[in-house]
């Protein structure tokens, strides 16, 4: 598994589909490296030689933003839309979504597991309500 970047990216897979696990290359980004840096990309990254990696990791230092540089980036956008208030920094504050989708139905992953408000459930609860009632 060579290393590009201090990520390990796949030996078994192409060149043009190994550079995707880098963050911030995708499927354009990472044909453009592989020509750029004149590889095949039909050859498996395990099959490259040192010389090729340096050119593939110089041509991601000097032209594209990725990994670390990248993440924090996007964390920065996303603390200034807070830290202004506007309507995408509420929406992420409040961990809901933010580009537009609807949330009355769907919207799990942002708004995590459903929380029931004012139904029983469980035997255990209906135990104790009837032990309530009782008591009353």
Request: aromatic content about 4%; charged content about 35%.
């Amino acid at each position: 598994m060579p290393r590009v970047l201090g990520i390990e990216i796949p030996g078994n897979k192409r060149v043009e589909y190994a550079l995707r696990y880098i963050y911030g290359i995708g499927p354009t980004s990472a044909r453009r490296i592989v020509e750029k840096a004149g590889i095949d990309p039909a050859r498996k990254a395990a099959d490259l030689k040192d010389e090729e990696i340096t050119r593939i990791t110089a041509i991601l230092q000097s032209d594209y933003r990725v990994e670390g540089d990248l993440r924090r980036e996007v964390a920065q956008n996303i603390r200034r839309l807070i830290a202004i208030g506007c309507y995408r920094g509420i929406r992420h504050r409040r961990g809901l979504p933010v580009r537009g989708q609807r949330t009355k139905t769907n919207a799990r992953t942002r708004k995590g597991p459903r929380k029931t408000v004012g139904a029983v459930r469980g035997k255990e609860a209906r135990a104790a309500i009837k032990k309530q009632e009782k008591q009353e």
